[in-house]
């Protein structure tokens, strides 16, 4: 009998980050509470903002004072996005403005690309979710009330860095990684892949275009190779995550209990598994999942699936040129031999 249970507890800390899991649930989970008693739809937007600073203070190991200033930068560039997004040219530069300064932080540390992501996750997704959501004064006082109760995920995250006994002093190279020297080129074709998807998406006003806007900065992780494989994995998740939780929805209710539960579940797919394509997979499945009990119709996860691969291909495409437009490398002299 401890065999089975042994090699079940061996697959769960291979696959699951555990402790990252309790610690987002004790963050997290006091804003889902509040929002199934309050039915608060700003609070649902607070998750993925205190989500978004949990996740780079996990993995670097970020001060409260780090977290802090983290986010200052998202809120204001949230700001400034959702000001801007009534004025489509205008967001569209601004989006790709905000995409490559996503990458081009590696310049300072390849691991700042981790703190890039998400400021710009967050700023883009929540600047085009209210935006979709309400109109005018609507949408004004839901920025507004997120704003408000920001200070609240902000001081959950930093007590639990405060407490985290795993949190250590850390020398500023080993926090964020050595600087890059080939930042240039992965920044300026995060910045085309961003311009172009924001395009598209204010042309056809594509409903959830942010999720096509993120997933044309989300390929762009390297050389075409890497980039395609990441394209790969994300039509993976999407392919099998979106109809999954669609067909298990059909058969459910509209319940603010469900999609209270969903929203906790998409949230700690970023940050529960060891493998990509499973938390990608099972983050599609919980917003198909909470699409349904919100009983706002199936078209959700055809939505996720096509802004995946549209955006994914834009992605591509940048990094294809990005390679082609990249100035050879000169060769290193060689070293006289030593004597």
């Known amino acids: 009998m401890s065999g089975p249970v042994e090699r079940l507890r061996l697959w769960l800390a291979q696959e699951l980050h555990l402790g990252a899991i309790v610690r987002a649930l004790v963050v997290i989970g006091p804003l889902v509470i509040a929002y199934l008693l309050s039915g608060e739809p700003a609070l649902v937007n607070l998750c993925l903002l205190t989500v978004s600073l949990l996740i780079p203070a996990l993995k670097l190991r970020l001060s409260p004072a780090a977290v802090i200033v983290q986010y200052l930068v998202i809120v204001a560039t949230f700001a400034l996005l959702f000001l801007a997004a009534p004025i489509p040219p205008l967001f569209v530069v601004l989006s790709a403005v905000t995409g490559f300064m996503a990458a081009a932080v590696t310049r300072f540390g390849t691991l700042m690309r981790t703190l890039g992501n998400w400021v710009f996750i967050p700023a883009v997704y929540l600047a085009l979710d209210i935006r979709e959501g309400a109109l005018g004064e609507a949408a004004l006082w839901q920025a507004g009330v997120l704003l408000g109760l920001s200070p609240v995920g902000l001081a959950l995250v930093c007590a639990v860095q405060a407490l985290d006994g795993r949190r250590r002093t850390l020398e500023r190279s080993e926090i964020f990684g050595p600087p890059s020297g080939d930042w240039l080129v992965p920044a300026v074709a995060t910045a085309a892949a961003v311009f172009a998807a924001a395009l598209l998406v204010e042309m056809f006003d594509i409903r959830e275009g942010q999720w096509l806007i993120w997933s044309a900065a989300s390929v762009v992780v390297g050389d075409l190779s890497a980039s395609t494989g990441k394209l790969k994995l994300r039509a993976m998740g999407a392919l099998v995550g979106a109809p999954l939780g669609l067909l298990i929805g059909l058969v459910l209710p509209v319940s603010d209990v469900g999609y209270s539960f969903c929203v906790l579940g998409a949230m700690l797919t970023l940050i529960a598994f060891s493998r990509y394509v499973i938390g990608f997979g099972a983050r599609c499945f919980f917003i198909a999942l909470a699409a349904a009990f919100a009983g706002t119709g199936s078209g959700i996860a055809t939505e996720r699936v096509e802004n995946v691969?549209?955006?994914?291909?834009?992605?591509?495409?940048?990094?294809?040129?990005?390679?082609?437009?990249?100035?050879?490398?000169?060769?290193?002299?060689?070293?006289?031999?030593a004597l």
Request: glycine residues 10%; hydrophobic residues 50%; without cysteine.
């Open 309 to 337: 691969l549209i955006g994914g291909a834009f992605g591509l495409v940048a990094v294809a040129l990005a390679e082609i437009a990249r100035p050879p490398r000169r060769p290193r002299p060689e070293r006289p031999a």
